[in-house]
């Protein structure tokens, strides 16, 4: 495995903040069933992006539940459901800024119910996202002291 597939200090920051991402809550806001029954394995992609967690078995990509760690400069980390080793589903995106997006996906891009948090300004948007763009949607601000 590449050695440099690995997220930044700031990612892992706010994954402390968040916590681990827990089966339960990733099945209560899931779409499509989880499948309990596929193997575990990981792979790294033509774009040096390791995805680790359950693959198809006829395929060999990541098809359930999945983590998925970009490559530098990035270092992104994607915790939740995929397909055909693309965010879908439900899930959680941590940015290398410490920013994240929890919520729906479909083909890569957020779709359908979701909350996007802006660690440093405090600003939240929430709401229904369609390829990629929030629609509906309310923002706050939070101000943490």
Known sequence: ???????????????????PLRLTE???????????NLDFGQTIDKFNTLNQ???NP???????????????PNGHLYEGQCKNERRDGWGRQIYCDGNYYIGHWKDNKKN??????YI?????????WENGELRNWFWRTIFFL
Request: glycine share 12%.
């Open 1 to 19: 495995m590449n050695s440099k597939v690995d997220v930044s200090d700031v990612v892992k920051q706010t994954w402390n903040l968040l916590g």
């Open 26 to 36: 990733l099945i209560k806001n899931s779409v499509d069933t989880v499948d309990f």
């Open 53 to 55: 967690g359950q693959q």
């Open 58 to 72: 006829k395929t060999g990509k990541m098809e359930g539940i999945c983590r998925m760690i970009f490559s530098e």
């Open 112 to 117: 359908g119910w979701g909350k996007k948090v």
């Open 120 to 128: 440093k300004s405090g600003k939240i948007e929430e709401g229904n």
